[in-house]
């Protein structure tokens, strides 16, 4: 770790304490950090969507377009519940942090 990486990084630090000392500041950080886990999870899930629509195209037999039906819904089934998970945990934070 470099001397500048580390000052950023306390001064991120220090930035992100002095807000989370107000609630609506705590609420803004909650929502913020939860909205960039959906996106992370969203693009990585519509990115293996793809490729699962991908290998549907390519399959060759009766096995390997079951299989790649499976994983379709599998993904679709995964990153569903990751990202309704995600979303469950920041509205309970929110809720943590207003009263």
Known sequence: MRLWQLFLGVGLLAVMLSIARDPAG??????????????????TAVMMLFQTFS?????KGLYEHAEAVFATTIVLAFGT??????????CWLVVLSVD
């Open 26 to 43: 705590r609420v803004a950080m909650v929502v913020f950090f939860t909205m960039l886990g959906e996106v992370a999870l969203g693009t």
């Open 55 to 59: 290998s549907l195209g390519e399959a």
């Open 81 to 90: 519940a990751l990202m309704a998970g995600l979303l469950f945990i920041g």
